[in-house]
Each structure stands twice: as structure tokens, then as C-alpha cells.
């Protein structure tokens, strides 16, 4: 397609385990965002990605939360112990290398039980 | 420290009648602004964008106001309809740092 997508779209898991959180951005796109939407809330970033260059960690709220992009395509954000607070919409981002615009996934809802 | 927000966190207007969102920001460097749109369920979705060496830009019943003078953004919605009812977050940029995102707004129409 020509969106970015994400996977799963919902997510239910329990305290304590692993969850991976998978983006695909638009073709041909160099930089992916990860953000974090609480409920009713604003975006918060994560982590920033642009090309082959050390991505941006800076808004990973643990060291539980991480990220990877492998081959400069696909992303996928991992959040290992889950806890409940870490209960959110987690978006993905992608924007072309001569462009300001970033473009939105549908998102995953994630909820831990 | 630099931040963008909104006046106003709710708005609800008839249906036919034109909505205004308004959005606040502080970084005077800002020199690139965007709208997004998110109903419910679903990522935001890109609306409209203007750049700084503008004031006014229009769409297909969109129209985007920024004033540098008193740095304020403002989305403008004729004749809304019930598909327009979302959450609208206004977003800025300047230079090389990205994007920074306000709280957003909730228009919900009224039939």
C-alpha cells in the first residue's frame, strides 16, 4: 500500500511479558518516528530514525523500551516487562528525506492487563 | 521552555457552521506548521501545511492563519460536517529540529 502500516492494530497482554510493536513505512521514506499517545492525550515521541545514522533515543522513557530498524525500512519498537502504564497507542511515523511532512500509521493500541 | 499548545481543548459547533481551532506557539524560529487531523481509532492524518513566509493558505474547505506577530496558528473549517469531528493538533518546526506536536483540540459536530 502507499501508508505506512502497522502491526498487530490491538494488542492485549499481561504484566510482565514482551510485546513487539512492528512499522512499515512508506517506500522509499528515510526517517521513522515512534510515538506514544495516552488516552485523550498528545504525541510523545521515542525514537527517531534517518537513514543509516544512530537513531535518537531520547524520548524512550526506560531502558524496557527499544527499537529497531533493520535494512532502513522496516521498524520494530520492543517493550520488554510490560506494565500497565506502558497501556497507550503507539504510532509510527515516516517522512521522505526531502520532506517535512510526516505521515502516520494507523497505529497499535496496546493494553496491559 | 519552548512549547506549542492550544487555546482551546474542546469545541463543538453546528453542522453548516464554520469552525475555528486556534493554536498557540513560543518558538519564534518555528518556520514550518502543520495540521493534522485524528479521528477516532485511527493515526493523524496530514491536512494542511504552511510555511513561515506565509499567512494564509487554503484547501478544499480548509484555511490555514498564521501570524508571526503574536505567534498563533489557526485552522479554519467551512461549512463542517459530521465527518469533520476529530481531534486536531496543530505541529511546528524550525530548521533542522523536527516536528513537536500540541495536546490537540476535539471538534465534534453537531447534526
Known amino acids: 500500500g502507499a501508508g505506512v502500516s502497522q502491526s498487530p492494530s490491538n494488542k492485549v497482554t499481561e504484566k510482565g511479558k514482551d510485546v513487539e510493536l512492528r512499522c512499515d513505512p512508506i517506500?522509499?521514506?528515510?526517517?521513522l518516528y515512534w510515538y506514544r499517545q495516552s488516552l485523550g492525550q498528545g504525541l510523545e515521541f521515542l525514537i527517531y530514525?534517518?537513514?543509516?545514522?544512530?537513531?535518537?533515543k531520547s524520548g524512550l522513557p526506560s531502558d524496557r523500551f527499544s527499537a529497531e530498524r533493520t535494512g532502513g525500512s522496516v521498524s520494530t519498537l520492543t517493550i520488554q516487562r510490560t506494565q500497565q502504564e506502558d497501556s497507550a497507542v503507539y504510532l509510527c511515523a515516516s517522512r521522505g528525506l526531502a520532506s517535512e511532512t510526516q505521515y502516520f500509521g494507523p497505529g497499535t493500541r496496546l493494553l496491559v492487563l | 521552555g519552548e512549547s506549542v499548545g492550544l487555546h482551546l481543548p474542546t469545541l463543538s459547533v453546528q453542522e453548516g457552521d464554520n469552525s475555528i481551532i486556534n493554536c498557540a506557539y513560543s518558538?519564534?524560529?518555528?518556520?514550518?506548521f502543520i495540521w493534522y487531523k485524528q479521528e477516532s481509532g485511527k493515526g493523524p492524518q496530514f491536512i494542511i501545511d504552511i510555511r513561515s513566509n506565509m499567512d494564509k493558505r487554503q484547501g478544499q474547505r480548509v484555511t490555514v492563519l498564521l501570524n508571526k506577530t503574536v505567534k498563533h496558528l489557526s485552522l479554519q473549517i467551512a461549512a463542517t460536517q459530521p465527518g469533520d469531528s476529530a481531534v486536531y493538533f496543530c505541529?511546528?518546526?524550525?530548521?533542522?529540529?523536527?516536528?513537536?506536536f500540541g495536546a490537540g483540540t476535539r471538534l465534534t459536530v453537531k447534526p
Open positions: 505541529a511546528e518546526k524550525d530548521g533542522n529540529n523536527d516536528m513537536r
Open positions: 517506500s522509499g521514506h528515510t526517517a
Open positions: 518558538n519564534s524560529a518555528s518556520d514550518y
Open positions: 530514525f534517518q537513514g543509516n545514522s544512530a537513531p535518537d
